[in-house]
């Protein structure tokens, strides 16, 4: 990628993760325009073409989804996507074959596939953790029958559909003078060690921003791409951080208080599946099964926060 500047691969990061020109010109603080510009200086200069337009939307091509992946490795290694793609085309017919962003993988899920197994023991379930856009690429290619996305992202031949939604929550070790306060803001992270979410993410641009429009510098001391290392640091008294409200439950009893964050910054969970391919009927299953139960788990947090702002 010689040649290129930083703020060409920025833009184009951004259009990957939020889907358009317009919410990745918000996300980075500039016009439209400039996003555009940037955009086409890129793919001028790679000689690539990086997306289509569909009506009002643009859609990344697979030569921009390949090259996010590159842009993307220091998050999720080229080695272990490879890895997991044998590992799934390798699985016997079947197999109801599902990928999942981390903090999706890595608590409610396993769990939930656990209950859905109880009663159909010749179900195999492959569940793959990854990020969202890989998630997305896995279903679209077909190595996937469902995907777990923590936004509803877009791309051609891919349904996403919007399962659950949920505010991401402030964490502070139990005990913290914070801890002691009904809700946070960003005012009320100055001095603070704030442990941040890697830069790949949505929420962590969202979350950047929700800062910079409180005109609020945070002491960024520790970054981690992992929502689970970001609840253990905090929990072992590190700093304090903003994560999704999933993987800070699982820190609930273990050294984590969670307070509401102000202004909201919405999560939505979606679901993926692709529009070529018709869906088995254990599938459906599953996603009926699994938007039930999750919404249970966010109304009793939601309504478990609220309770502290009575």
């Given at each position: 990628?010689?040649?290129?500047?930083?703020?060409?691969?920025?833009?184009f990061?951004?259009?990957?993760l939020?889907?358009?020109?317009?919410t990745?010109?918000?996300?980075?603080?500039?016009?439209?325009?400039?996003?555009?510009?940037?955009?086409?200086?890129?793919?001028?200069?790679?000689?690539?073409?990086?997306?289509?337009?569909?009506?009002?939307?643009?859609?990344?091509?697979?030569?921009?989804?390949?090259?996010?992946?590159e842009?993307?490795?220091?998050?999720?290694?080229?080695?272990?996507?490879?890895?997991?793609a044998?590992?799934?085309?390798?699985?016997r017919?079947?197999?109801?074959?599902?990928?999942?962003?981390?903090?999706?993988?890595?608590?409610?899920?396993p769990?939930?596939?656990?209950?859905?197994?109880?009663?159909?023991?010749?179900?195999?379930?492959?569940?793959?953790?990854?990020?969202?856009?890989?998630?997305?690429?896995?279903?679209?290619?077909?190595?996937?029958?469902?995907?777990?996305a923590?936004?509803?992202?877009?791309?051609?031949?891919?349904?996403?559909?919007?399962?659950?939604?949920?505010?991401?929550?402030?964490?502070?070790?139990?005990?913290?003078?914070?801890?002691?306060?009904?809700?946070?803001?960003?005012?009320?992270?100055?001095?603070?060690?704030?442990?941040?979410?890697?830069?790949?993410?949505?929420?962590?641009?969202?979350?950047?921003?929700?800062?910079?429009?409180?005109?609020?510098?945070?002491?960024?001391?520790?970054?981690t791409?992992?929502?689970?290392?970001?609840?253990?640091m905090?929990?072992?008294?590190?700093?304090?951080?903003?994560?999704?409200?999933?993987?800070?439950?699982?820190?609930?009893?273990?050294?984590l208080?969670?307070r509401?964050?102000?202004?909201?910054?919405?999560?939505?969970?979606?679901?993926?599946?692709?529009?070529?391919?018709?869906?088995?009927?254990?599938?459906?299953e599953?996603?009926?099964?699994?938007?039930?139960?999750?919404?249970?788990?966010v109304?009793?947090?939601?309504?478990?926060?609220?309770v502290?702002?009575?």
């Amino acid at each position: 990628m010689s040649g290129l500047n930083h703020r060409q691969v920025e833009a184009f990061r951004a259009v990957m993760l939020t889907g358009g020109v317009t919410t990745a010109a918000q996300l980075m603080n500039i016009t439209q325009p400039a996003v555009s510009r940037l955009i086409r200086d890129l793919q001028d200069g790679l000689k690539l073409k990086l997306f289509v337009r569909r009506g009002t939307r643009l859609m990344p091509t697979g030569e921009a989804l390949s090259l996010y992946q590159e842009v993307e490795q220091s998050f999720v290694g080229l080695d272990r996507i490879t890895q997991a793609a044998t590992d799934l085309r390798g699985r016997r017919a079947g197999v109801l074959r599902i990928a999942a962003f981390p903090a999706l993988a890595t608590t409610f899920l396993p769990r939930f596939v656990a209950r859905f197994l109880a009663d159909r023991p010749r179900l195999d379930i492959a569940v793959h953790g990854v990020s969202s856009r890989i998630a997305l690429e896995s279903v679209a290619s077909g190595q996937c029958d469902l995907g777990f996305a923590s936004d509803v992202l877009e791309f051609h031949a891919v349904k996403a559909q919007m399962i659950q939604s949920a505010d991401a929550v402030a964490v502070v070790p139990t005990g913290h003078a914070l801890a002691r306060r009904a809700y946070l803001q960003p005012k009320d992270f100055r001095g603070e060690r704030f442990i941040s979410l890697g830069p790949f993410t949505l929420l962590r641009h969202r979350v950047d921003f929700a800062f910079s429009a409180a005109r609020v510098q945070r002491h960024v001391q520790v970054e981690t791409n992992l929502t689970e290392m970001a609840c253990g640091m905090v929990a072992g008294g590190l700093g304090v951080s903003i994560v999704d409200p999933l993987m800070a439950e699982e820190f609930r009893d273990r050294g984590l208080a969670l307070r509401p964050f102000r202004p909201r910054i919405p999560i939505e969970f979606a679901a993926l599946h692709s529009e070529q391919r018709v869906l088995s009927g254990v599938a459906e299953e599953f996603i009926a099964q699994f938007r039930r139960e999750l919404g249970e788990i966010v109304d009793r947090q939601s309504s478990d926060l609220s309770v502290l702002q009575a």
